[in-house]
Antibody, heavy 120, light 107 residues
Framework: QLQLQESGPGLVKPSETLSLTCTVSGGSITTSSYYWGWIRQPPGKRLEWIGNIYYSGNTNYDLSLKSRITMSVDTSKKQFSLKLRSVTAADTAVYYC????????????WGQGILVTVSS | DIQMTQSPSSVSAFVGDRVTITCRASQDISNWLIWYQQKPGKAPKLLMYSTSILQTGVPSRFSGSGSGTDFTLTISSLQPEDFATYSCQQAKSFPLTFGGGTKVEIK
């Protein structure tokens, strides 16, 4: 069964770059109709969509974050990544990666999530 | 952006109770409505898509309805494992947006 796992530092200093990787196991990262997404949840707040990437590299980003985001995919490693530049305390959140079904519009499954704290 | 508003933000109920959660979209999203269940410290789990289609393995006590801007998630007979936070998501257009969540607590 498909599983996703986030990895990366749990602490990032203000103004620096947050870098996370999601590793996909138990299935293919190159399946058509599926994008790969990042979603975050600040403490006590609602889920926020960050963006999606297709295995070809095509992306959809939230416009409010677009100027600070880069997503990439490495099909040979079955990984996709998120870089968020110039972070502030407002970027502190649990970051999830998930498979996005373009036909249904839903995320499933999700990784377990990784808490990233922005603090000096 | 399409804003998603859930109500109530929390509800207390007994095991066996019928619970209804509402999600309202700021514009017509047809039936592009998703529901997730999230337990403390865990990732969201897909419950249903296209407003009312249950994900494989989700018990039939869960049901969804609605169209356009107003949607509901109903748990017909609340079970101990159902105590969690439920969030809706619109899939009509980017940016994908989520509701604020409804926490279902034990009474």
């Amino acid at each position: 069964q498909l599983q996703l796992q986030e990895s990366g530092p749990g602490l990032v200093k203000p103004s620096e770059t947050l870098s996370l990787t999601c590793t996909v196991s138990g299935g293919s990262i190159t399946t058509s109709s599926y994008y790969w997404g990042w979603i975050r949840q600040p403490p006590g707040k609602r889920l926020e969509w960050i963006g999606n990437i297709y295995y070809s590299g095509n992306t959809n980003y939230d416009l409010s974050l677009k100027s600070r985001i880069t997503m990439s995919v490495d099909t040979s490693k079955k990984q996709f990544s998120l870089k968020l530049r110039s972070v502030t305390a407002a970027d502190t959140a649990v970051y999830y990666c998930a498979k996005y079904d373009t036909d249904l519009g839903c995320f499933d499954p999700w990784g377990q999530g990784i808490l990233v704290t922005v603090s000096s | 952006d399409i804003q998603m508003t859930q109500s109530p933000s929390s509800v207390s109920a007994f095991v066996g109770d019928r619970v209804t959660i509402t999600c309202r979209a700021s514009q017509d999203i047809s039936n592009w409505l998703i529901w997730y269940q999230q337990k403390p410290g865990k990732a969201p789990k897909l419950l249903m898509y296209s407003t009312s289609i249950l994900q494989t393995g989700v018990p039939s006590r869960f049901s969804g309805s609605g169209s356009g801007t107003d949607f509901t998630l109903t748990i017909s007979s609340l079970q101990p494992e159902d105590f969690a936070t439920y969030s809706c998501q619109q899939a009509k257009s980017f940016p994908l947006t989520f509701g604020g969540g409804t926490k279902v607590e034990i009474k």
